[in-house]
Structure formats: structure tokens, C-alpha cells
């Protein structure tokens, strides 16, 4: 009684999980994120190379990756990345972008941060408008970005050449502002500019390739150099700040070695020539298990239908969390996971089989050959983790798709396996395996009992 009283436990446990993974994949084409090669858009790999009579330091490649990150996220598209490759090296990829010469164009400008005096600014809507958003921001009724600027109708007095270091601090309240430090050039020019704005708190405006990213008010003179940026600022704005003024111009060349366009009609065409290469081999280990294990067969297809919807679920909760983008190789990773999930109930059945070959009953057999046979598919799953995780750490760019949803498979085979398969087996093996054992596949022998 305690032995099926675990069964139905862990089968209860298996539902619940299934029914949770099926309402949180369901429609998996909403749910699961679909990566560039699924979903079209545009990859571009740069090389960041020194400036004529420069030095290429992992300082610079770092403000590097700040400016392309800045741009990146410019773009407003969801899932885009910037990847770090290599010593010099930066894979972007820009999920959904139909305008390829544009963002090309984009990425690799030299780049340019300027101080800008508002007042300056001939073209009075937008200075009007930076102004509202900036008293918007105060009052927390902030719903828009500052807007681009137009090259003709402002000049800058500063550029970010100037600037040797921004960090995240608070200021007197305890509200979130930027420290930033400049050296003895822009200590000059910032000492004179905020000494002529002080009196009316005239307000500087931050604009990163053109476009107006902050616009704080000057309050005193400030003569040193080192600046607190104070506002309304949250901490994730802070650190963007930060970022802006770090990053300045461009300080290295930016040389786009490769860039590819996939357009969605593509994406989808591979992926659904994927999906019924999949069916295709499922169905094929659906048929195989139903003609040699009949009734056991069935128990397989069950076992891997709550390994698909298990998988499925999880997966839609990683790409809520913007922590999974399903691409090609991932696909292949899963098909390749549904035959080693079909392999986990063969070394059960078959352990089985030869249990009560041997002599035992069929609730014994059905103990010690489920215990064995999970045994055997974890030290076999192990040497495949053990492959995956190596592709996981050290591979780049698509093939750590493949490992990670290659080690996903392994784990949810694991848990169906314990939870289901062999719960199943055991119960099975009390009843109705004893009655009819030709029903499932086995050859008569095996004790009652």
C-alpha cells in the first residue's frame, strides 16, 4: 500500500506540472521567444581596431561595448544583443529590424557625445519640448524620450573626450545622481560654462549621437571638475547615465566584418521544415514503440507527450524572464532530446523484460528493473551533460542554443522518468501485466505475486 500510495503521488506531481507547463507554453508561438534566425532580422559581427597613433586597451574595448550597447537598445527592439567575442570582437543581433543599411550605418559611426547649452539651441520646439520632459520627469509624469536633435541648429561647447570617469552615487537626499570627473581641459571649459549658467540655472543638455539624454540645471559654479548629476533618476536610469558619459565618442575604429540579413519568410520556412522533420521522427519512435512494447508503447507515448509539454512550459517561463530566444540549433537540441527520452523507457521495458526472463515476479522485476534502469539512463545522461555543458561554456554565437536546450532535455527526461514512466511501470506490473502479459510485449514466465 505504501509503495502505490508513492506512485500516485508522483503521477499527481506529473500533472500538476503538466497542466502548469500547458498553460504557460500555450500558444507556444506567443509564448516562446523566437530568435533572430527564427524570427528574422539582422546579425552583424564588428571588430573594434585602434585609432591612427592609438592603442587598443581593454579600457577602450570596453567603452566600445557601452556606445554599441547604448545603440543597440536605441533600436527599441526586444531580444536584441550585444555579445562580447573574443579580445576585439562584438556579435549584435537585432531580432525584427527591417532597415539593414540603417542600423549598419548606425553601429558603426564613430559615435559622439556633446554638452550642449539650451539656450543655444536655435530650433525652439525641440528646446521647448526637452524642457517639458525634463519638468515631466520631476514630477514623475515622464512618458516620453528626449527627442533628436537637429546637427544645424545647436552647437555643442564640450565634447565626451573630457570626461575620465562616471559612477552611480546619491546625492545629499539620498537620491539616486551621477558622480562624473573630467580632466584639465574640460575642467576649464566646464568651469567657465558653469560659472556663466549658475546665475540662472540654465540647463546643460546631454546628447549621445545626436540625441538629448539628459538635461540637468546648473546650480553653482563648478570649477574642478567633478560633477554630481542630480534629478528624479531611478538607479537602472543612474547607471544608463553613467554609461553615457563613460562611453563618450567612439575611441576605437569600428570594422563590420560580417553581416547577414534573415528575413522572417526564411526563418519560419526553416523552422517549420524543422518541426516536421521532428513529427516525422517522432512518429516513427512512436510506431516502433507501439509494434515491439504494444502496451508498453503506450506508456512511452504518454511519457513523451508530458516530456514535450513539461519542455514547452519551461521554456515559455525562460523566455518570460528574457532568459531564452529559440533559434535553429535549439530546435535540433530538442529533436535530438525527444530520441534520448525514448531511450529512457527502452532501459526501463527492457530491464523489465529481462527481470522476469529471469525468474522474478512481476511487481519485483518491476522494482528493481525501474531502480536499474533510471540508474543506467543517469551515468548515460551524464556523460551527454557532461558534452553539453562544455558546449554551454565554451562555444559561441548559435551552438549554445543546441547545448542548452540539449541540457533542458536530459533534465525533464529524468524527472518524466521517475515521475511517470516508472511509476506507471510499477503499477502496471500488479495488475494488469500479470493478467495479459502478451498485451505488453512480454514473453509469458514471471512469477505471480
Known amino acids: 500500500m505504501e509503495s502505490k500510495t508513492r506512485n500516485l503521488i508522483a503521477l499527481a506531481v506529473i500533472a500538476v506540472l503538466a497542466a502548469i507547463s500547458f498553460w504557460q507554453a500555450w500558444p507556444p508561438a506567443e509564448k516562446i521567444t523566437q530568435g533572430l534566425d527564427l524570427k ?3 546579425s552583424v559581427i564588428l571588430t573594434a581596431r585602434p585609432l ?3 592603442t587598443l586597451t581593454e579600457d577602450t574595448v570596453q567603452r566600445v561595448e557601452n556606445i554599441l550597447v547604448e545603440r543597440v537598445n536605441g533600436f527599441g527592439v526586444s531580444e536584441a544583443t550585444v555579445q562580447r567575442q573574443g579580445q576585439t570582437a562584438f556579435l549584435i543581433q537585432l531580432p525584427g529590424v527591417d532597415n539593414a543599411q540603417e542600423a549598419l550605418k548606425l553601429l558603426g559611426e564613430p559615435g559622439k557625445l556633446e554638452f550642449v547649452d539650451l539656450a543655444s539651441i536655435t530650433d525652439t520646439a525641440t528646446a521647448d519640448l526637452i524642457v517639458k520632459q525634463i519638468e515631466a520627469e520631476r514630477s514623475e509624469e515622464s512618458t516620453s524620450t528626449l527627442p533628436k536633435l537637429d546637427s544645424t541648429k545647436y552647437a555643442a561647447f564640450m565634447t565626451g573626450e573630457v570626461i575620465t570617469d562616471a559612477q552611480v552615487t546619491t546625492d ?8 562624473v570627473s573630467m580632466d584639465d581641459s574640460g575642467k576649464t571649459v566646464w568651469g567657465e560654462k558653469t560659472t556663466e549658467l549658475a546665475p540662472t540655472q540654465g540647463q546643460v543638455v546631454i546628447v549621445l549621437d545626436g540625441y538629448a539624454k539628459s538635461a540637468p540645471a546648473v546650480q553653482t559654479p563648478i570649477l574642478d571638475g567633478d560633477t554630481l548629476i542630480s534629478g528624479t533618476f531611478t538607479v537602472d536610469e543612474a547607471k544608463g547615465l553613467a554609461a553615457v558619459l563613460q562611453s563618450g565618442a567612439m575611441p576605437a575604429e569600428i570594422v563590420i566584418d560580417e553581416s547577414r540579413v534573415v528575413g522572417p519568410t526564411l526563418g519560419q520556412d526553416s523552422l517549420n521544415k524543422g518541426l516536421l522533420a521532428g513529427l516525422i521522427g517522432l512518429a516513427f519512435v512512436a510506431m516502433f514503440m507501439a509494434l ?8 512511452s507515448w504518454v511519457s513523451l507527450g508530458l516530456y514535450g509539454i513539461i519542455f514547452g512550459g519551461v521554456l515559455a517561463i525562460l523566455s518570460a524572464l528574457n532568459i531564452f530566444s529559440m533559434t535553429l540549433p535549439g530546435v535540433a537540441g530538442i529533436i535530438l532530446t525527444i530520441g534520448v527520452a525514448a531511450d529512457t523507457s527502452i532501459l526501463i521495458f527492457e530491464r523489465l523484460k529481462e527481470e522476469v526472463e529471469g525468474g522474478k515476479t512481476y511487481r519485483s522485476a518491476a522494482k528493481s528493473g525501474v531502480r536499474h534502469a533510471i540508474a543506467t539512463s543517469i551515468d548515460a545522461d551524464v ?4 558534452s553539453a555543458l562544455a558546449l554551454w561554456f565554451f562555444a559561441i554565437g548559435p551552438v549554445k542554443g543546441f547545448a542548452f536546450t540539449l541540457i533542458l532535455g536530459i533534465i525533464i527526461d529524468l524527472v518524466v522518468a521517475i515521475l511517470f514512466t516508472g511509476p506507471v511501470v510499477r503499477m502496471l506490473a500488479e495488475g494488469p501485466m500479470m493478467k495479459t502479459p502478451a498485451l505488453f510485449g512480454m514473453k509469458g514466465g514471471g512469477q505471480r505475486g
Open 172 to 179: 545629499d537626499y539620498g537620491a539616486y545622481a551621477v558622480s
Open 292 to 299: 515491439y512494447y504494444r502496451g508498453l508503447g503506450i506508456v
Open 383 to 386: 556523460v551527454t551533460l557532461v
Open 52 to 54: 591612427s597613433g592609438g
Open 40 to 42: 528574422g532580422g539582422l
